[in-house]
T-cell receptor
Framework: NAGVTQTPKFQVLKTGQSMTLQCAQD?????MYWYRQDPGMGLRLIYY???????DKGEVPNGYNVSRLNKREFSLRLESAAPSQTSVYFC????????????FGDGTRLSIL | EDKVVQSPLSLVVHEGDTVTLNCSYE??????LLWYKQEKKAPTFLFML????IEKKSGRLSSILDKKELFSILNITATQTGDSAIYLC?????????????FGTGTLLAVQP
């Protein structure tokens, strides 16, 4: 099935630990995005990749790094997790050239103690 | 600063009622306005609106955009319990190598039997 797959679905970390959230798509979209969703804040863009080999900061990039491994995969890394990074993280894909709406994965629920 | 404001923040209705959800925006380089429905997991796409005054319709849901007054509404008629969800409004703006979405905080709709 076509779509956006995120792993893991849930994760609990201790403050200071690191981890990588994975995202893979089979929609052949050029652009990929990472958002976080917090109560009362809506979805906020962390980083995005307009195309393979490029990445750029979004609205809330501090404390995160990303890697666009190839056209299909875009990972988000927390180097030293902080409680303020407790959130639900969504990966999305899009293709401006085809006027396609962004399509979202099911999310990763991350808790940092 | 770009912003998207949704109202109401939440509402509770009974099955069969009609609801109207509102979205106003102030965004530079506007390209389109999108509505998403979010149940437990991923936001799922409902509508993309680019032109004023043209209603988009899908079953009991419809939406329209007013680019002069900078707002959109999402109507749901004959509501069902399955319509219970968070409804997200997002504005797509042109920007560099890719287009970005700016989200409102969402409207939480609860439909009671």
């Amino acid at each position: 099935n076509a779509g956006v797959t995120q792993t893991p679905k849930f994760q609990v970390l201790k403050t200071g630990q690191s981890m990588t959230l994975q995202c893979a798509q089979d929609m052949n979209h050029n652009s990929m995005y990472w958002y976080r969703q917090d109560p009362g804040m809506g979805l906020r863009l962390i980083y995005y990749s307009a195309s393979e080999g490029t990445t750029d900061k979004g609205e809330v990039p501090n404390g995160y790094n990303v890697s666009r491994l190839n056209k299909r995969e875009f990972s988000l890394r927390l180097e030293s997790a902080a409680p303020s990074q407790t959130s639900v993280y969504f990966c999305a894909t899009g293709d401006r050239g085809r006027s396609q709406p962004q399509h979202f994965g099911d999310g990763t629920r991350l808790s940092i103690l | 600063e770009d912003k998207v404001v949704q109202s109401p923040l939440s509402l509770v209705v009974h099955e069969g009622d009609t609801v109207t959800l509102n979205c106003s925006y102030e965004v530079t380089n506007f390209r389109s306005l999108l509505w998403y429905k979010q149940e437990k997991k991923a936001p799922t796409f409902l509508f993309m609106l680019t032109s004023s005054g043209i209603e988009k319709k899908s079953g009991r849901l419809s939406s329209i955009l007013d680019k002069k007054e900078l707002f959109s509404i999402l109507n749901i008629t004959a509501t069902q319990t399955g319509d219970s969800a968070i409804y997200l409004c997002a504005v797509e703006r042109y920007g560099g190598a890719t287009n970005k979405l700016i989200f409102g905080t969402g409207t939480l709709l609860a439909v009671q039997p």
